[in-house]
């Protein structure tokens, strides 16, 4: 299984946007849209399947833009969102549930600007995807074959491997305004109870991003939920680098509830952290540098 080369497309992507000066919030987008159409990711095709053998996924997406001095906040932003800490102003949308929209981060995006809230689910959340042009596909269409045939061993009780079960993904970034944003779409844990809503979409647990710093989860849903541990990592982040950030809250993640949680993060100055203690964690990075890696995170 090569995830390696979805992972570096991804980056490709992200990095083409911020290269021409774009919008760290663009460049996240992009970049889970590649990793939701690659079946070798759990989000958007590829899915994995709820013990139903149904898609369920959920997204979400939070940005914090640079406001200067005499400019006005972002529209959306004025009835929805905080001036945070470092100046920045926040926005974030999420939906849960989703069956019938390939790219469901496209849909929290759409739900974050061109709707009052910040959280829908379910069929609400597809009726905005139909106003606003967004194609729906059957809910069969987005079952791979390998998610099926993993669902079928899975129905087989065969031998469960870990690192084949994971694979939600999310992406964070700085663009060189200062913009922050954070991206995270899933398709849930395989073999789920139909209607359950993991941290994904959940802002804090799943993903989060304010003035100073930006991080995306992934792991045990019911572990991440309790933790809110992409919150903290921002916290963490106003006094110390992202990469120890990110080792403390999955240290502490482990430690308060035996769970698995990976985390990436990055912050103002653009320095990344990334930290897991799950089976496996692969992330790829285009550094403020220009170099571009993959890695093969080794747990905790
Ligand atoms: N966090 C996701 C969920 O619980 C699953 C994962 O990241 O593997 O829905």
Redesign the pocket.
Known sequence: MDRRQGLLEAIRRGADILRQGGHALDAVIAAVMVLEDDPLF?AGYGSVLSVNGTVEM?AGVMAAEQIDGNSEPPKSSRRLTDLDVAGAYTRAGGVVMITRVRNPILLARIVMERTPHVLMGGSGAEAIARREGIRLCRPGDLISERARQRWLAREREAVRNAAEA???VGAVALDRHGNLASATS?G??GGKLPGRI???AILGA?FFANGLGAASS????EA?LRMAPCREAVRLIERREPARAAAQVIHDLREATDGEAGLIAIDWRGRIGFAHNAAAMEIAMLETTGSVKHLAVRPL
């Not at 992934?218 to 849903?221: A, D, F, I, L, V």
């Open positions: 759990n959920d994971n694979g939600t899933t849930g844990m993991g941290d994904s799943g992934t792991g045990t849903g991440i």
